[in-house]
């Protein structure tokens, strides 16, 4: 069965410090791959996506992503985070020949000190 | 643009009793999806559909009901409320299929089961 896992519930960074969000998945097909971000109290917003091509993804807000296909990872990653980027991160898979169905991580809760 | 929208934003409900979760959307979008969101859980979805009259159960259906007489419209409906479904709701939409499609989110609505 399709699965995400982040490792990591919470993580603290300080502001300028550079990011890496871990993100597992389990999926017998090449996946679409998908990071989502949920600002307090909002809906979730796409980051970015990887679909096939570049193993390497940019996003919105300074982020990108590393697809790797040996390690069934797809971290996400940002150089100097900013206060703003406080929020909730998820990871989710797509399901091919379904109802574009996503299959969600738990995701992590980025807290930023100043 | 108003995207997706969802009413109400907060409910408190008492065992038993029955209510309707409003979803609407204005970018003519064939699938909609509804979501919940549990702390540590991720997003767990519960109903899908791929056009008017169209719907189908997803992960975790038991206790819901949901309709959709028109592209634009995907209501949900609790018919015996319980404590196991206080949760946060999140409507969304997408226009392509197969997992490969960015979803819209709606901004939740926090529901409360006493």
């Known amino acids: 069965a399709q699965s995400v896992t982040q490792p990591d519930i919470h993580i603290t960074v300080s502001e300028g410090a550079s990011l890496e969000l871990r993100c597992n998945y389990s999926?017998?097909?090449?996946?679409?791959l998908f990071w989502y971000v949920q600002s307090p109290g909002q809906g979730l917003q796409l980051l970015l996506k990887?679909?096939?091509?570049?193993?390497l993804v940019q996003g919105i807000k300074g982020f990108e992503a590393e697809f790797k296909r040996s390690q069934s990872s797809f971290n996400l990653r940002k150089p100097s985070v900013h206060w703003s980027d406080a929020a909730e991160y998820f990871c989710a898979v797509g399901v091919s020949g379904g109802y574009n169905k996503l299959i969600f991580g738990a995701g992590t809760r980025l807290a930023v000190h100043p | 643009n108003a995207g997706v929208t969802q009413t109400p934003k907060f409910r408190i409900l008492k065992i038993g009793q029955s209510m309707t979760l409003q979803c609407t959307q204005d970018m003519n979008h064939n699938y909609m999806y509804w979501y919940r969101q549990d702390p540590g859980m991720g997003l767990k979805l519960i109903y899908y559909s791929v056009g008017a009259g169209i719907t189908d159960k997803g992960e975790v259906p038991n206790g819901y009901n949901v309709s959709r007489s028109t592209t634009e419209d995907f209501p949900l409906r609790l018919e015996l409320a319980a404590p196991s479904q206080t949760s946060v709701y999140f409507c969304?939409?997408?226009?392509?299929?197969?997992?490969?499609?960015?979803?819209?989110f709606g901004e939740g609505s926090r529901l409360t089961v006493l």
């Open positions: 999926y017998g097909a090449t996946p679409y």
């Open positions: 990887y679909f096939s091509g570049d193993t």
């Open positions: 969304a939409s997408s226009q392509q299929q197969g997992g490969a499609g960015e979803l819209f």
